[in-house]
């Protein structure tokens, strides 16, 4: 607008048809038509800057507002609603017929065997859904689509105008336990989850009905306390008949921080207690009691570059489970208590669009007790894994994985060697995931 009636005063020694007074009048009028633009402008930066306000994603530990979008791999939420599909599909080998898979549980941890068709696999696609519903809460879904139906894996609220550093989630949602049970399977560094989580939490992770309380104290480095109140449905550490209502409890922290331009240190303990009922112990039992799953994660990231990047990740759990078994064909019960560790280390180096990846799981560590009316049980060889990982990301929205598995996981002494070959797509908008 300066420049404009810079330009006019320049034209009026070369004007002859307006008087001084005409050139004055047009003058006013510019300048009075300029405030008005500018007061327009101002009111428009206000009501921009109040709906980054309301904005306030989940995903990521630094709860960081945001209004740009993103991919299938990284990204932010927009204020109006956000709509993704990813679709997680498979090709899957063994060494062992399906029938022996679905057998294949981990003696003395869980009956649960692998549940995967040998050939070609539709693990799901998922519908992710994520918008502000007010200046005070934002709505979370997450709807997982398989050849058997839709569920509703996760539904969620979470505030967004609660004091500093305080938030609630409540609904249906992923436990903040441990590193890897928040994350969503295309989200994983590899096609499966390590052998500690399917010993003692299961293949599905802890997703619970119940409610989240959260908060971010003021601090030189970031500190993440939590706590949570969960159904207790979880059918290998809890049980949904284990108890009426609420039956579960869990807290956690999670603290941060930097150490040069390009390193990240990211650990802290979990733990998750309550009642349990549960047929996983033993096939033909039924054990009721209660169980403690102690957690401790670590994770190291160096990120020179965008294109380079190497992290390091680990996580060490303890199982404590006191109660009784009922052998269900006998109708005997027996008192059983069982303490029993286990953990994974996994290394993901980056080059451009490739990344290579190795894992190793293993159980029974430093703690292996499984006492049976104070009997001491054996099971066999300590159970473990070898596994390794190459990828190759098209785009952000694109991700091919070929993976081998070297499981003695059994006990049993045979090997199963696994083979993945996976191919994650997604459409849409995506919140950002988790550091």
């Not at 980054?52 to 994603?57: A, G, H, I, V």
């Not at 952000?396 to 994650?424: H, K, P």
Request: aromatic share 12%.
């Amino acid at each position: 607008m300066r420049i404009f009636l810079c330009l006019l005063f320049l034209l009026i020694p070369f004007s002859k048809s307006f008087g001084s007074d005409d050139i004055e009048q047009r003058v006013k009028t510019l300048e009075d038509f300029s405030k008005t633009q500018q007061k327009t402008i101002e009111e428009q930066q206000g009501v921009i800057d109040e709906l980054k306000k309301s904005q306030r994603p989940d995903e990521g530990y630094g709860r960081q507002k945001t209004t740009a979008a993103g991919g299938l791999f990284g990204g932010s939420a927009l204020s109006n609603p956000n709509i993704s599909l990813v679709v997680n599909s498979f090709f899957y080998s063994s060494n062992i017929s399906g029938a022996e898979l679905l057998n294949r549980g981990i003696p003395g941890f869980t009956t649960a065997g692998i549940d995967r068709q040998k050939g070609f696999n539709l693990d799901s696609a998922e519908l992710f859904i994520f918008a502000p519903v007010d200046p005070y809460f934002n709505l979370y879904a997450n709807i997982p689509v398989t050849e058997n139906g839709a569920t509703v894996e996760e539904a969620y609220f979470i505030t967004s105008s609660l004091p500093e550093g305080l938030q609630i989630k409540g609904g249906k949602f992923k436990s903040g336990f441990g590193r890897i049970n928040s994350q969503h399977p295309h989200a994983w560094d590899f096609a499966d989850l390590p052998i500690v989580y399917r010993a003692f939490i299961g293949g599905e992770g802890v997703t619970e009905k119940g409610i989240q309380l959260t908060y971010l104290p003021q601090l030189p480095v970031y500190m993440q306390l939590g706590v949570e109140a969960l159904q207790g449905e979880n059918e290998a550490l809890f049980g949904p008949d284990a108890k009426s209502g609420p039956h579960a409890y869990g807290v956690f922290a999670k603290a941060s921080f930097d150490f040069g331009d390009d390193s990240t240190i990211l650990f802290g303990p979990s733990v998750l207690t309550g009642n349990t009922k549960t047929n996983s112990v033993a096939k033909g039992t039924e054990f009721t009691g209660t169980s403690t799953l102690y957690d401790i994660e670590f994770t190291y990231k160096w990120k020179p570059s965008k294109v380079r990047s190497f992290i390091l990740q680990s996580e060490y759990m303890l199982r404590d489970q006191k109660g009784d078994l009922l052998n269900t064909a006998l109708s005997a019960v027996a008192p059983l208590k069982r303490s029993q560790d286990g953990a994974y280390i996994q290394g993901i180096y980056q080059i451009e669009r490739w990344r290579i990846g190795a894992r190793y799981d293993l159980l029974e560590i430093f703690k292996n007790q499984y006492l049976l009316s104070g009997s001491e049980q054996a099971f066999g060889e300590k159970p473990w894994r070898a596994t390794g990982d190459l990828e190759f990301n098209l785009t952000e929205f694109s991700r091919i994985r070929l993976q081998y598995n070297y499981d003695r996981s059994a006990s049993d002494g045979r090997t199963n060697n696994e083979v993945f070959v996976q191919l994650i797509l997604g459409i849409g908008a995506h919140a950002a995931h988790p550091f």
